[in-house]
């Protein structure tokens, strides 16, 4: 009975990574809500979970907020960028449902390939801020440089991080189901999933 409960029990193990990843989940959502810890607090989830990924994570939250204070300088220009590409990506999903044209077909085309690019360039600049010592500029270069080179694993990132939206797209109706999903889980769990591409790439496996 003790090794069926003990921590090595692939069962335990699990429902003990999902507990992580919602205390995770709920106190990145609280910080969001600041905005001005937004890219911070995404930074430090992924200092986390690609720390989970190699199974070095320590206790979580005490982890969680050392990163947090480590991690806020740094991420300055990266949440005024995550800023932009949210408010971006809010008004693309507006102007497509709005009852009247607000822009040129050709414009929002336009506007969602930049929003597509900048996301996919987060994907890779919020790991990398939390991941390597580095200046802005050279995490912003090697975020691109990876982008490119990676294009299978960029097109996988992009896709978790934007799930949030197309999932409310795609299920209007479940809107109210799919807030509580993301908002108790599904943003850590995504980075959790992205943390192992993310190790591969970061560790030359």
Request: hydrophobic share 60%; with cysteine.
């Amino acid at each position: 009975m003790v090794k069926l409960l003990g921590p090595r029990n692939p069962v335990i193990r699990f429902l003990t990574r999902v507990c992580d990843l919602m205390i995770l989940n709920i106190i990145l959502t609280v910080l969001c809500i600041t905005v001005v810890l937004s890219g911070t607090a995404l930074t430090s989830l992924y200092t986390l979970t690609l720390k989970m990924v190699r199974g070095k994570e320590g206790e979580i939250t005490k982890t969680y907020f050392r990163a947090l204070r480590e991690n806020f300088t740094p991420s300055v220009p990266a949440t005024v960028l995550l800023f932009a590409d949210l408010t971006l990506l809010a008004f693309l999903r507006y102007a497509l449902y709005a009852d009247v044209l607000l822009i040129s077909p050709y414009a929002f085309i336009l506007l969602c390939i930049a929003a597509l690019l900048l996301t996919a360039w987060l994907a890779w600049l919020f790991p990398l801020l939390a991941r390597f010592d580095n200046s802005f500029r050279a995490h912003a270069g090697n975020a691109a440089r990876l982008a490119l080179a990676h294009l299978p694993v960029t097109f996988l990132l992009t896709l978790i991080d934007l799930a949030p939206l197309l999932s409310v797209m795609a299920l209007p109706r479940a809107i109210g189901e799919l807030a509580a999903f993301w908002t108790l889980f599904g943003i850590a769990a995504g980075a959790y999933v992205n943390s192992f591409y993310l190790r591969r790439v970061f560790d030359g496996e």
